[in-house]
């Protein structure tokens, strides 16, 4: 793995621990590991001392409600079920604390949540419907915004900008802007290629970008360790090194087997996002498709170097490539840039994939070809059969709930899903017609063929699907 850094930081590395292991595929290993150490990312390198943790399970203990996953989705349900509910949950977390996708995320907080624009919304299930969702996701993102003001997590509100990075990308920017303001009443505008450049960076690729006011940028292990702050101090116990290796349920009771003992639990709410193992439970097996994302951020950037990038904002940005690049300049002045590239866990410390990063920096900001990577990771995002995650009960005879499935949208969504998952696993869900959204009705569906055919039988070909994907959109975006 490349990870250079020549500025150490202050290190939320463990002491001691067993190593990072930057091969770990979800659809190849059973569980994440056992107490392995954070991937070297900038946000572990910066996020100053983790809290404190009730360390590994070391005996068999009933609980009323265990979580599993230590993320940005298990500890903002463990918050909300403990401060608007009254249960204490017991979280356990195969690793260290929020040490999947929530310490190497972009950090970017949009106002969405799944891949889907909402002209995708409106195409699949009517401007009804796209409505409520709307609101619910927005509701989502305000508390988050609200959070990020609470929780010491750099935030920057500065909104979104979506570059068209060709010209033919315009008129589908256009589009959406004009429906984000006609249909659902945003003050989303267009900004040519010269008021990019003038007010935010000299991007050289942009055509012209969709600017959203509602955005936040976050450090988001600081963030997501401020979750677990709260939470602990609402008497909520985070086991670290205690992955769930065996699930069985006796007359109801979950048998959650960790290394150290059987967690006994009424309730479990899986938080597992892209990191859900193939064998944890039946009724995730092949509903997730874990992808991975890389991401570098460089040695911070010179006077003469912020001059002639023009960067005047954090706000931060997306490109229209199918296969995204997300990126902004960060406080401090590194640039983080990340995008899709690998496909297995084996290939992932390939090179080509870095030089993916490097050469997009090169083509983006010209002055800033070769500048020096300090910090190289991925993380594996939890995406969908559909697009659109899903916070649920799966099935009404087993007190298994689940939010997954946020397909690179969860910076923000997490916090709101965890709140939705919590409402659920406390019962106070009944009548409530939000629980009617798509999101919150049905199971997470398998993979399945253009939309049409769905079946756990397309699972084993996913992989070899995205390949080819992967060199359709290359062509379709470059070419
Ligand atoms: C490189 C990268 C960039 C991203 N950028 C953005 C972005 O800019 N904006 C955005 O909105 N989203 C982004 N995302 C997605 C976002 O980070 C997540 O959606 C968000 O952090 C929510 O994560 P989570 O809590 O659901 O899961 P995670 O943070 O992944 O937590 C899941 C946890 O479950 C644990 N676990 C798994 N199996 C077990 C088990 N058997 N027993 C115990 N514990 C287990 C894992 O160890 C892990 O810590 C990005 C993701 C990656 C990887």
Redesign the pocket.
């Known amino acids: 793995m490349t990870m250079t850094s020549t500025a150490p930081l202050t290190a939320a590395q463990p002491a001691a621990g067993k190593p990072y292991d930057p091969r770990y595929d979800p659809l190849v290993a059973p569980?994440?590991g056992t107490g392995r150490a954070y991937a070297p990312s900038y946000w572990v390198a910066s996020a100053g001392t983790p809290p404190e943790d009730d360390g590994p399970v070391l005996r068999d203990i009933d609980v009323d409600v265990a979580i599993?996953?230590?993320?940005?989705?298990?500890?903002a349900a463990a918050l909300y079920l403990a401060q608007e509910h009254g249960i204490q949950a017991t979280v356990?977390?195969?690793?260290?604390a929020?040490?999947?996708?929530?310490?190497?995320?972009?950090?970017?907080?949009?106002n969405?949540s799944g891949r889907l624009k909402r002209s995708q919304w409106i195409e699949r299930w009517g401007p009804d419907v796209a409505k409520r969702l709307d609101a619910e996701i927005r509701r989502g993102f305000e508390n988050f915004r609200q959070l990020t003001t609470q929780i010491d997590c750099d935030a920057h509100d500065g909104g979104h900008l979506y570059l068209a990075h060709r010209p033919e990308k315009l008129a589908g920017l256009e589009a959406e802007a004009r429906l984000m303001r006609e249909q659902f009443g945003y003050r989303t505008r267009m900004l040519s290629a010269e008021e990019v450049r003038r007010d935010y960076c000299d991007e050289r690729e942009t055509a012209g970008a969709m600017f959203e006011p509602e955005g936040v940028g976050i450090h988001?292990l600081k963030f997501?360790f401020g979750l677990m702050r709260k939470a602990r101090a609402l008497g909520v116990k985070v086991h670290t090194a205690?992955?769930?290796?065996g699930w069985h349920t006796v007359e109801g009771v979950h048998h959650l087997r960790?290394p150290g003992g059987t967690v006994r639990a009424r309730r479990v709410a899986v938080?597992?996002?892209?990191?859900?193992?193939q064998a944890?439970n039946p009724l995730l097996k092949n509903r997730v498709m874990p992808i991975?994302?890389?991401?570098v951020v460089t040695r911070p950037l010179t006077e003469a170097e912020l001059r002639a990038t023009n960067f005047k904002s954090l706000t931060?940005l997306t490109d229209t490539r199918t296969l995204r690049f997300?990126y902004r300049l960060l406080k401090g002045n590194r640039l983080q840039l990340?995008s899709r590239s690998s496909v297995s866990g084996a290939d992932a410390e390939d090179p080509a994939h870095l030089k993916l990063l490097t050469d997009a920096i090169a083509r983006k900001f010209p002055p800033l070809a070769g500048i020096r990577i300090d910090y190289s990771?991925?993380?594996?995002?939890?995406v969908s059969h559909d697009m659109m995650p899903r916070i649920t009960q799966p099935d009404a005879a087993k007190k298994i709930w689940y939010?997954?499935g946020?397909g690179?949208?969860?910076?923000?969504?997490?916090t709101w899903?965890g709140k939705r998952l919590a409402e659920r696993l406390a019962g106070k869900d009944g009548g409530h017609e939000v629980f009617e959204l798509p999101i919150y009705r049905s199971p997470l569906p398998f993979p399945n063929v253009l939309g049409l055919v769905e079946s756990p039988a397309f699972a084993p070909f996913r992989r070899l699907g995205q390949r080819v994907l992967y060199k359709w959109y290359w062509l379709r975006d470059e070419k």
């Open positions: 569980d994440p599993i996953g230590s993320g940005s989705t298990g500890m356990l977390e195969a690793n260290q929020s040490w999947g996708c929530s310490s190497r995320s972009g950090g970017q907080g949009q969405a988001p997501t205690s992955p769930v290796q960790t938080c597992t996002g892209g990191y859900t193992g944890l991975l994302s890389n991401s931060f997300y990340g990771w991925w993380g594996w995002v939890d939010a997954v946020y690179g949208n969860g910076v923000s969504f997490s899903a």
